[in-house]
């Protein structure tokens, strides 16, 4: 991504809003968000043990909370700490995204560095950077390279986080359900809560939305949050099969620990802090990498229309193919994904992932032939990489695989790890599965392709320092619509997802299913409006984005229009009245900086909103084409009436939307030309 420095400054030892002061022989250090909106307290308590509280505009948000790491074999970080010095810095810049929610991101933060030392034996070190913003926190640890420790197993992180109340929580917990976050969010009290994944977002009793999460995992492993009272987590780092958690040699720096706070749920879900909080792109040529809207052969193997193993029911065929890339070049999609073209999906492949070859077609399907006539059309075919969960297999084929889609022009690949251990032994968020990850994000570069990775370990920002790491799936998608014994993603699972999954990155849910009139055998069916499908282009940012559904389901629908016009990549976001699980509206420009897009839905719950239309331009006139819930239209019982209307409207208007039980609304609003 460009760094692009528009202000900078750095200041340090010497910031004003950084203060530390005296209370006996007890020292407190102090350091304000540049608007002064936060602040973050940091002290050694009587036994030397570090702790920070956190504030927002005087209200709490965290309260004293102790810091440090236990190690095998080795004696605890804990306690027994003197602070040795403390640098203080100020930075402000502004950097570009070759693709986002926003165009442009500001970096605008203050920063305290802790120089810790233990008092007594070995006098081991580590520093404990903060970095705090106007809506939020980042704080990591730092081992500098020291005589007394070296290489370390980390068998426990302290870290708290402490509330002042028993708090609501949206969350969903860990390896309970699956290992791949693909759970549906749930809202309780703290209390009533066990070990939960993050990003978990909080409303607290001094009313206030926090999101805490991380950012930069980086040969670490995830952290998640155990509830140790009603009133506190502590990180709880999942561990390798052996139980340790982190394998190290210093100098060494964990990943960032976030916390986000806003008056709304708005504020919270457009905050840039995990992206700033990551290192700038380390692809220096950008050109490549390109966002993309396209369609493939997978729904219908989700609905036992195609298999992808061999068969009369073969999708991934030369001639289905094909006739994917002929609808894709006719209306505006410019790419075909194809499961199943590869050899190794006969038989229980989910059981076994070391039959794949990610080289080798099956005959019914020629890869060059298929390229060469989706080049001829313009339209990029999206390549498939299933593993099973079989990463050692997998990498011992990547440069292959990569060498051979370079060669055929496939720049896209979507991965697959359909296991609940990776390997058959390791979560796929441990250290194990967050260093396999980056290898095939990395080695992906070298040959200019982009990824898209299912059953992932969590986003904690990379996309910024490896753009081509395009999105993921690590949440409950659309597939669930086709074959899960819960009937499938509930309206209020949609209206969710804004403010809890998405808060750690792109996600390729797949939206855009126009037939809700198919048969499961568990029942499963798609539970919104087809209006709602629409709005959801808008709600769920990814940049490389699905049109999901069949193309015969498609043909001759005027609805279809929205999802060609529809961006994926967009200059800027803005989150208006929304109410976690009962409803949202996402507003957003596309990247040329001249259209913007609305997506509106709600929960079970019919619902008028009142839209204000004041992020429009001054002064300017806009066509609307709105694609609205049609009469009788009702997720459960008429899901297909839509209206198409136009309206001429301005940044005075206000929009009063009508939404359906488990409805919807999706808007193009384009300047008109005077």
């Not at 940091?42 to 440090?68: D, M, R, W």
């Not at 810095?89 to 570009?96: L, N």
């Not at 195609?306 to 009369?312: A, D, E, I, M, V």
């Not at 803005?574 to 109410?579: A, E, Q």
């Amino acid at each position: 991504m460009k760094n692009i420095k528009y202000r900078y400054c750095l200041i340090a030892l010497a910031l004003i809003l950084i203060y530390a002061c005296s209370s006996g022989t007890k020292k407190t250090y102090k350091i304000s968000s540049p608007g002064k909106n936060t602040e973050l307290v940091f002290e050694l308590t009587a036994s030397g043990q570090p702790q920070y509280s956190f504030t927002a505009n005087g209200k709490s948000v965290i309260e004293p909370s102790l810091l440090g790491f236990e190690f095998k074999g080795i004696q605890k970080m804990t306690d027994g700490f003197e602070v040795v010095s403390t640098e203080e810095k100020a930075a402000d810049e502004t950097w570009e995204q070759p693709w986002g929610e926003f165009k442009k991101v500001r970096d605008h933060h203050n920063e305290l560095i802790v120089h810790l030392k233990e008092s007594k034996g070995e006098e081991r070190l580590v520093d404990i950077i903060f970095r705090i913003f106007d809506d939020g926190a980042g704080f990591r640890y730092e081992f500098p390279k020291q005589p007394h420790l070296d290489k370390v197993e980390i068998s426990n992180e302290i870290t708290q986080f402490t509330f002042k109340s028993n708090n609501d929580v949206w969350w969903i917990p860990v390896h309970r359900e699956n290992s791949y976050y693909e759970s549906t969010y749930r809202k309780t009290p703290t209390s009533k809560t066990d070990t939960i994944n993050t990003p978990a977002t909080f409303e607290t009793k001094e009313k206030l939305f926090v999101a805490i999460h991380e950012a930069n995992l980086t040969d670490f492993t995830s952290m998640t949050l155990l509830k140790t009272n009603d009133k506190q987590y502590k990180s709880e780092l999942v561990p390798w099969k052996n139980g340790v958690k982190v394998y190290a040699q210093t100098p060494f720096k964990t990943p960032w620990r976030t916390i986000v706070v806003g008056k709304t749920p708005g504020e919270v879900a457009t905050s840039t802090i995990m992206l700033n909080l990551n290192e700038p792109s380390k692809i220096e040529d950008l050109s490549w990498i390109t966002p993309s809207k396209y369609i493939g052969i997978w729904w219908g193997m989700h609905l036992e229309k195609f298999t992808w193993g061999q068969g009369p029911k073969h999708g991934a065929t030369t001639k289905n193919t094909k006739e994917y890339i002929d609808f894709a070049a006719k209306n505006n999609l410019d790419g075909v994904l194809v499961e199943g073209w590869n050899e190794g999906w006969d038989g229980d492949w989910t059981a076994d992932g070391s039959s794949f070859s990610f080289v080798k077609a099956y005959p019914d399907f020629n890869l060059e032939e298929i390229t060469k006539y989706a080049a001829i059309k313009n339209v990029r075919l999206i390549g498939h990489h299933e593993t099973a969960g079989a990463t050692k297999h997998y990498e011992s084929q990547l440069e292959d695989a990569f060498k051979l889609y370079q060669k055929m022009g496939v720049n896209t690949v979507k991965t697959g790890y359909v296991n609940k251990y990776l390997d058959k032994k390791e979560w796929h968020d441990s250290q194990y599965g967050a260093r396999h990850y980056r290898k095939v994000m990395e080695t992906a570069a070298k040959y200019h392709i982009m990824i898209d990775n299912h059953e992932p370990i969590k986003g904690t920002g990379l996309q910024r320092t490896y753009p081509n790491f395009m999105t993921q799936e690590g949440g409950r998608g659309q597939e669930y619509n086709a074959w899960s014994v819960d009937g499938g993603n509930t309206p209020e699972h949609l209206t969710t997802l804004p403010f809890t999954r998405m808060l750690s990155g792109p996600f390729d849910y797949t939206p855009g299913n126009f037939n809700f009139d198919y048969k499961t055998p568990s029942g499963a069916r798609v539970q919104t409006t087809l209006a709602n499908q629409l709005a959801l282009y808008v709600i769920i940012f990814s940049p490389l984005q699905m049109a999901s559904d069949l193309p015969e389901n498609y043909e001759g629908k005027p609805e279809f229009q929205f999802i060609k016009d529809v961006p994926c990549t967009w200059s800027e976001t803005k989150i208006l009245d929304s109410k976690i699980g009962d409803y949202t509206t996402i507003v957003r420009k596309d990247w040329d900086e001249k259209n913007w897009y609305l997506g509106s839905i709600t929960n079970r719950d019919a619902r008028n909103l009142n839209v204000a239309l004041s992020f429009l331009d001054k002064g300017k006139d806009y066509e609307a084409v709105i694609y609205a819930d049609g009469a009788g239209a009702n997720y459960k019982t008429n899901p297909y009436p839509v209206t198409i209307s136009k309206q001429k409207v301005n940044s005075k208007t206000i929009l009063d939307l009508k939404l359906a039980a488990g409805g919807g609304t999706a808007i193009k609003f384009s300047p008109i030309e005077k």
